[in-house]
DNA sequence: CCTCCTTTGTCCTGTGAGTGGAGAAAGTTG
DNA sequence: CAACTTTCTCCACTCACAGGACAAAGGAGG
């Protein structure tokens, strides 16, 4: 099939794509009521569409006591890719135009083999994909990188963990390989779009979204927008300090929260505990598997493990600390936790909730739900897909 | 003179009329160089403009070249008034249509004494300075309390340090007795709004505004836009946890940053070292007046006092260490530091930076000036006058 | 089957926003 | 005084958009 290459010519025709985007199929009739055109004027602008072939044709809709509506869609054809690369592995879906996946792979991936071998893999990822049938080609792509991005041009600035990546141009790179249109962001960011678009956040303006994983990071939203801040690094909150003169951190100061609660903190702690008899349960699957990660920290304290319970209860109050500052600071209408970490489940929130209503104030926090984020490895590639998706249906 | 009652009728009057206020008398062609907008276009607009009597004639302008042009400028008789009530002292400044502050008075204030009171001598503080000439009457004004604003309402809520205000009605209330339209806003937001218009944040899109007076509080201003997060109380970080444990805070928690580092902490800190015998100096200004602030801890610092530039440094320290955090978080363009304390000057300022700079990312802080406001004690009036200009000089 | 009402979509005309060019007005330079 | 520049005004043309008339298509009741 031939690609789009269409693009909305003005503003009326980018909200109703967004509408058809987000509302699915629709009648001119229930267009009009939500956006303040006279029916002529959304006729012409529904009609140029039909025109450029972004929006087909989609048969009549059942009378709703007169005559029946002429429905129209986004092009059944469209595709996008979602992308999103973690520090360990990544993330691979197809979506249609109105962003519901289609397919997702997942694999194991290692960030710092650097950006050639990390775009072979994911190319080869999007070739399986393609080659079920899912798509014939892709209209746009939207990637997510686990550090710093200069925004506009799509490129990773001095990303701490990986090197190699620095200056890199992605977006120029990907964009030539996938013969469409690309869009690059900070994976965090990609994950509060995710949860804005298809999650807990869809009807909330200002939000945070943080992402615990091998890092920890945080996307910040306001008035609907993801900000970037003036250099791209919002929300690089993993280095902020959690423990005045407290542990070592790789960036070389001391106390940061990444040294005390991410991913790769969580892993060291349970070796620690395993090989000084603290647990039981991780020393079993220590030797079971010859090593440990978080994975099996939150197995263990879903089994009732003391150790890994109190483990997690104490990381949790660490962040809850330092979400708690950003809470005052911010006064967001939810925080949404996410991140290879959600597997620690309630214990977790309960700890970090725990830590924000007590220290910050209660008119920040009178009404402040914090939830964990229900797209979980989902939520990044469907804010990828949204990424390119605003991009494409943005006037050119 | 009769009031103006005028407002803009479209974007295009609107973005005129914020020119000619920033910009002062323009021409036409001028501010043909500026909107984008055909001559014919833009001279049908300006016409308009001079009909509602906002704009007029301003003579002519000396030639570039070829035929002089014709200026116009904001009506010379527009009046607003700002006021800025701080804990402890009140400022009332009156300007013209420009923000060209034409009178200033300041009075000691204690805001605890309840909206009423208040505003009896805001509003005898405004009349003297009608009595002067300087005004007939008030186009609009602009009011900052100190806590937290339902924005659009303009009615404090939940203020700390404010019993009796939680709900008070501030913007009808003073919208009557002055018989103009009025807003009302957050003290350290309208600091940051005063910083962008006429200070050292002209040209920054997203900065933080931190003033330290009695109480410490953030302006927190994105994409040029005062954010207020969702129950306006964002940018209150005067409770962030600064020390684990910490000294107990008026709040009901320990710890706070206020508690360590704020007008009231100083003048506490202060009385202690006089008391103990740390410090001659402070011993001295203790026995002169019969009490001590923070002005005679920055005196007796600027005199060398050991103590006192300890005392300095070591608060700047710990406000250092949460804006350290909140740079990492926002990664602001700029840092301002405000407030009654930057007669601390240099000590202050280079303890924050210290902390900054060695605690935040090299990315968030690589290019980021902190610097003082430069404009003391205006910043607020400014601020509040710029408030009213924007929304009287908004479409209605 | 016919009539009346509702909903949806199309056509047409009028209005106002906005552009761009011609040209007048006012000035400078040589 | 001629030639050139800048500023401002006037006018004709285009396009965006609203709003009403009307046609198309359906449901409910007699």
């Given at each position: 099939m031939r690609r789009m290459t269409a693009r909305p010519a003005n503003a009326h025709q980018a909200r109703l794509l967004k509408l058809l985007r987000d509302g699915g199929p629709n009648s001119r009739a229930q267009l009009g009521d939500q956006v303040d055109l006279s029916r002529s004027k959304l006729a012409v602008e529904v009609d140029r569409l039909l025109e450029t072939g972004l929006v087909v044709a989609d048969g009549l809709a059942a009378s709703r006591g007169g005559r029946r509506s002429h429905n129209v869609r986004l092009h059944p054809g469209l595709r996008f890719l979602g992308v999103d690369i973690g520090a360990t592995s990544v993330d691979?879906?197809?979506?249609?135009?109105e962003l519901e996946t289609l397919g997702h792979l997942n694999q194991p991936?290692?960030?710092r083999e650097g950006p050639v071998a990390v775009f072979e893999q994911v190319l080869s990822m999007a070739a399986k994909l393609r080659a079920t049938g899912l798509a014939e080609g892709f209209d746009g792509a939207g990637i997510g990188v686990p550090g710093p991005v200069r925004f506009p041009e799509g490129v990773p600035?001095?990303?701490p963990i990986m090197p190699g990546w620095d200056g890199f141009p992605v977006r120029e790179a990907l964009s030539q390989e996938l013969g469409c249109p690309v869009m690059v962001d900070n994976d965090v960011n990609l994950m509060a779009m995710g949860e804005q678009h298809a999650g807990v956040a869809r009807t909330v303006a200002d939000f945070l979204c943080v992402k615990i994983g091998t890092g920890i990071g945080c996307g910040i939203v306001v008035g609907g927008h993801v900000y970037r801040g003036t250099t791209g690094s919002a929300g690089d909150i993993g280095h902020i300090q959690a423990v005045p003169d407290g542990r070592p951190c790789a960036c070389g100061n001391r106390g940061c929260l990444e040294a005390y609660f991410s991913g790769a903190a969580l892993a060291r702690d349970a070796l620690d505990a395993a090989q000084q008899g603290l647990s039981a349960e991780l020393a079993a699957r220590l030797a079971a598997h010859g090593g440990l990660t978080a994975v099996d920290v939150a197995a263990a304290a879903a089994a009732g493990d003391a150790t890994c319970l109190e483990m997690i209860r104490e990381g949790g109050n660490r962040v809850g600390q330092v979400i708690a500052g950003l809470v005052s600071f911010f006064n967001p209408g939810l925080v949404v936790i996410g991140g290879g970490v959600t597997g620690l489940g309630h214990t977790l929130l309960a700890a970090i909730r725990t830590q924000v209503y007590r220290q910050s104030?209660?008119?920040?926090?009178?009404?402040l739900p914090i939830v964990l984020g229900e797209l979980g490895p989902a939520a990044g590639v469907i804010g990828a897909a949204r990424l390119i998706s605003d991009h494409l249906f943005s006037p050119a």
């Open positions: 691979v879906a197809v979506t249609n135009a991936l290692d960030v600035v001095a990303p104030l209660p008119l920040a926090t009178g009404n």
